[in-house]
């Protein structure tokens, strides 16, 4: 279990078990101090998405097993640099945010009015 904080001060939930997401690799977006891509918001993948990321260079569809990573289709649940998620926010791209997966640490590169605009979730 995180102790970690989620956008709305409350106890970090999981963001996805299957495929296991996050830095650590623990299903949480935690971030610690050699997370530096700041993995901390959890989103659902969108087709849209995946090929915005492909065409930026990080390539999020292909398996890489040695890297314990399944490659992701939309629907996946996964921990997005928050930087990246906000270049696909400015071209219209962004994959839904699960705010209460989202860590807090996502707040110091995206306000939450802009999360909020993008949540699956309840917003408070």
Same mark, same amino acid.
């Given at each position: 279990?995180?102790?970690?904080?989620?956008?709305?001060?409350?106890?970090? %939930?999981?963001?996805?078990?299957?495929?296991?997401?996050?830095?650590?690799?623990?299903?949480?977006?935690?971030?610690?101090?050699?997370?530096?891509?700041?993995?901390?918001?959890?989103?659902?993948? %969108?087709?849209?998405?995946?090929?915005?990321?492909?065409?930026?260079?990080?390539?999020?569809? %292909?398996?890489?097993? /040695?890297?314990?990573?399944?490659?992701? %289709?939309?629907?996946?649940?996964?921990?997005?640099?928050?930087? =990246?998620?906000?270049?696909?926010?400015?071209?219209?791209? /962004?994959?839904?945010?699960?705010?209460?997966?989202?860590?807090? =640490?996502?707040?110091?590169?995206?306000?939450?009015?802009?999360?909020?605009?993008? /949540?699956?979730?309840?917003?408070?």
């Amino acid at each position: 279990m995180s102790r970690d904080l989620n956008v709305l001060g409350e106890p970090l %939930t999981p963001c996805c078990h299957d495929p296991k997401t996050g830095f650590y690799r623990d299903g949480f977006c935690r971030v610690g101090p050699d997370d530096v891509g700041i993995h901390s918001v959890c989103a659902m993948m %969108t087709e849209e998405f995946l090929a915005f990321s492909k065409a930026q260079g990080n390539d999020l569809v %292909t398996p890489r097993p /040695a890297y314990g990573f399944p490659g992701l %289709t939309p629907g996946d649940r996964w921990c997005l640099c928050a930087h =990246r998620w906000a270049e696909a926010a400015q071209v219209g791209l /962004a994959p839904p945010v699960i705010l209460s997966g989202t860590n807090q =640490r996502t707040l110091e590169i995206i306000p939450l009015i802009k999360l909020q605009q993008h /949540a699956l979730d309840a917003v408070h």
